[in-house]
Each structure stands twice: as C-alpha cells, then as structure tokens.
C-alpha cells in the first residue's frame, strides 16, 4: 500500500501538534512549509518541506512556493482513473490524501485601523485557496480541513488505515467552498469599496452562524441568526447576553429596532419597542426620568416589550423596570445593584451594547422573492436639513426641542406614520396605516386630552389638509413634515387657519 501523505499549511496553529502527532502514529507522511514546517519540527515530528517534494524554491517572498505541478497532481489525481495514475507516475508524483490548511488572515488584517492597502493585499492568500479547492474537488479521495474545530471530527472517524468515510470528506469539502467563498467575498468587498465602485454588477456578501434559533417569526419556520464578520460594536449582533433565556428570532429583530432609535438620541434615553415599533420614547436628565417618561407614554403596550436606554442602568431605574414583565433590557452597561435587582428575574434578557456609533450609511439588504434590495441605512437627521417655517407663526423654542424629537422618533415607526410628542416624550403613536389621516387619528386617540398642546411629526408629505384638520381638533400646537405634495399649500393654510407653527424638512424618512 502506498504511503500516505499530507500537506499542512496553517496561520492558526490552535490544536495542530497533537492532529498530526495522529497522523504521524497512522504512518502518514508530512509535508509543510515555513512557520507551520518549524513548529512540527520543534515538536520533534518528521515533517518535509514543500521544497523537498517540488525541487523548486520557494520565491518571490514565498508568493510562490504550493503552486506547483507535484503538489496540484497529488491534490487532483482521481485514484480510480488509470490514466490519470499513470500521468503523475511518470511525472514521479505522489499522491497527498490530506491537506490541512487555513488561511492568510485578510479579514484581521483589513480591520486593524492603521491598515494600508500594501498589507492589505499581502495578506491575500493565493496558495492556501488553491489548495484547498483542489483537494475539495477531489474529495472523495482527498481529506482537507480548513477549521481546526474539524480535527476531532477526523481522527475519530479515521480507521487503521488512515481512511476517512466519504460523508465525513464531503463535508468537509462542503466546508472548504464555503470557507474559500467567504474569503473571497471579503476580499471583493474591501477592493469594490476601494475602488469607489458603490453598486457592482455582481453582489457577493458573506455572514457568519452566530446561533441557531429554535423558530422563526412562528414555529413552524427554522430560523438562525448571522453576523457580519467584520463587527460594529453598537449593534445586536454583538451584544453581549449578560442573563436570561436565549434571544429568539422576534426578539432579535424587536431589539435591533430599539436599538437604532435610542441611538438617536444625545441626551439619557430610554425606547420600549413592540413588534418592530416603538410604543414609547422618552428623555430626560437620567435614565430613570427617561425611562419614566417613555412607561408613561403607553403603560399597556410596555408590557412584554424590549426596552433600550443609550446611559448604564442603575438600582433605581432596575427597580422600576422590574415592575412589569419585560422581555430584553439593553443597555451600555448595568450597575451591580442593578444586576442584582434584575436577575432575579430568571429569563428576562440582559444585554449590554456599545453605543458609540459613528452613524455610517452601511448597505441594508432586504430580501424579496427571488431577489435582494440593497440601500444605504437611513442615517440622515435633522443636521443634514434646512428647516423651512411655512406657516406665519413660526414654533416656539419649546416647539421646536419637541419637533426635534419628534422627528427623531417618527423616523423609526413604520409608515404610514404619524408622532405626537410633548415634554420630551411620545404620546401617540400611529404605524403602519394605509393612509395619513388613519395613523394621525390612532396617534390622537392614544393621546387624548394630553394631544392639547402637543406637537405633530410625520414621516411623509400631507397629500391633503385633512391630518392639519385632526391635529388642531387635539390641540397640537405645531408639526413637522417633509413638504413636496403637490397641495401642501392647502395643508399651509388650514395651519394657518388654526395657527398652528408648520416645518418643512426636505426629506421623508419611509419606513416599510
């Protein structure tokens, strides 16, 4: 019988010595190259170089040293086709039946912030790929690991002949292809954005497992949940779950809308979110005044929501947000006090997030059948605005703090969407109508006596005056819009009409 071989190339050296300590004991021949060859060595392990197989140097800075005809020919040989064996026989090939390799480490390299592009593209592994891809293609006859969580995997299915079953090497070359595509989709990314190029002609993005989920949005859908593999420290897939039951696949989704509106906020903020929209918002001068302020603005749709406050959580605002039955709590950080007061909640959710956003426009991607929608994330405000007063009365400082978050919050509720704010805080809240005037009533209504002296915001244009009309019946004293229909006029002058302040921002903030 033919010895066997394999070739060993890793920048992760996690967990190697004792793998091919294994392989050695099943008379399996090694070859290596560089710091991976030195290690073995040092282990006191028989290992030979690529060199010593190739005849060749390795040159060009160790550009080129794998990419050869005695490597790629034991890789690719299919041991069931004659001529194949008899082509790398006279070639005086040997086979390799296993080929262990991770590598160049371009995903660290790229997210180091003093990068250059010079280190940047040599951290490009040209070699390791190759080999991987050839030994995936001839799986059936090729073991190839790219994960050293595999190692286990393999030497507890390998017999006294160093023989892997086939399942085991087809996913492990399943592995591979997914392993060299992820590689290569980081790669294109970070030259797409180098080149200035924003929407290319072909999209290939990756993401990494971070858990399985038990369900979906019901249970009958299987579900998961991935994360980017470059991080942003201030979003829900990095959180870190301090307490509590495992996130489903709802209060992930629930989470990352809170999320994004407290991050809205400079000033202590507290947001209650359900199903995708907040419920309450509130500011204040701590986060227990915040938090106060935004239970007050819907004590009942509170109940089982996921609440988020951008200021750490101490004892005192624990002890009210144990009051009720909460699902998550997210924040920067929680006191001890508060910690202890909160655990004692067995499967209530405790999150911590780094709130320090730099508010990039990332790529958003929505799926649809059959395809994907791509958009910058609307990170746009009112500092990217020109406010335009259009009314003859012009809204008062007070006004305009409390249009101002407004604003911030209708930003945030799925449209058709209507806000009304006062005091710092929401006191009605219309989502998702069909029709403009439909979510301004449900927002009144919420409000009720307390919509006197209120202000309004709108996530679109007024395409008639009839919500101008609703909002002076509640008392709202001024509103803020995008402007743009065709009869804004009329929606100017029934403010006018019932002197109610009116700003126009230029921009609509849609929310589907």
Not at 97 to 107: A, E, G, I, Q, S
Not at 432 to 438: H, K, L, P
Request: with cysteine; proline share 4%.
């Amino acid at each position: 019988m033919t010895k066997k071989r394999a070739l060993i190339s890793v920048s992760n050296k996690e967990g190697l010595i004792p793998f091919v300590q294994a392989l050695v004991d099943h008379q399996v021949e090694i070859i290596s190259t560089g710091g991976t060859k030195k290690l073995i060595e040092d282990a006191g392990l028989p290992v030979l170089s690529v060199s010593d197989v190739t005849g060749f140097p390795e040159i060009l800075d160790g550009r080129v040293k794998t990419l050869h005809p005695a490597i790629h020919g034991g890789l690719l040989a299919v041991r069931g086709k004659a001529e194949h064996m008899d082509a790398i026989r006279e070639q005086s090939i040997g086979t390799i039946d296993f080929v262990v390799v991770n590598l160049y480490p371009f995903k660290e390299t790229i997210t180091k912030p003093d990068v250059t592009y010079e280190d940047a593209i040599e951290n490009i592994d040209i070699g390791g790929p190759s080999m991987l891809r050839s030994a995936a293609k001839n799986h059936q006859s090729v073991t190839v690991i790219c994960d050293p969580a595999d190692y286990s995997k393999v030497l507890e299915s390998l017999n006294d002949e160093a023989e892997v079953p086939f399942e085991i090497k087809q996913q492990l070359a399943a592995k591979v292809f997914r392993h060299t595509a992820a590689y290569d989709a980081l790669i294109a990314d970070y030259f797409t954005k180098e080149a200035g190029v924003v929407y290319p002609e072909k999209l290939t993005i990756t993401y990494e497992k971070k858990q399985d989920l038990r369900y979906g949005e019901n249970p009958h859908q299987k579900a998961a949940f991935y994360s980017a593999p470059i991080k942003n420290n201030s979003t829900i897939a990095v959180a870190h779950q301090l307490h509590g039951k495992a996130l489903s696949y709802n209060n992930i989704k629930d989470a990352d809308a809170a999320l994004g509106i407290v991050k809205e906020y400079d000033e202590p903020a507290v947001v209650a979110v359900k199903h995708m929209n907040p419920c309450g918002i509130g500011v204040g001068e701590t986060v227990k005044a915040a938090y106060e302020k935004a239970y007050e603005a819907d004590p009942v749709s509170i109940f089982g929501g996921i609440v988020a406050a951008n200021r750490e959580i101490d004892g005192e605002t624990a002890g009210l947000l144990s009051q009720i039955f909460l699902e998550i709590i997210i924040a920067p950080s929680f006191t001890e006090e508060a910690m202890d007061i909160l655990t004692q909640k067995k499967n209530i959710r405790l999150l911590t997030v780094d709130l320090n956003d730099d508010k990039q426009a990332v790529p958003q991607y929505t799926s649809v059948g059959g395809g994907l929608l791509v958009q910058d994330t609307d990170v746009k405000g009112l500092d990217d605005v020109e406010l335009q007063v259009v009314t003859d009365r012009k809204p008062t400082e007070k006004e305009l703090k409390d249009l101002s978050f407004a604003w911030k919050a209708v930003k945030h509720v799925k449209s058709n969407a209507i806000v009304l704010a006062k005091d710092d805080k929401t006191i009605g809240i219309g989502a998702g109508q069909m029709n403009r005037v439909g979510a301004a009533k449900i927002a009144i209504e919420q409000a009720g006596e307390n919509g006197k002296g209120s202000v309004m915001a709108s996530d679109a244009f007024f395409p008639m005056n009839d919500t101008v009309e609703e909002a002076a019946k509640a008392g709202v004293t001024a509103i803020i819009q995008p402007g743009g229909s065709i009869r804004d006029q009329e929606s100017i002058d029934k403010a006018n009409e019932y002197n109610i302040a009116m700003v126009f921002t230029g921009m609509r903030h849609f929310k589907h």
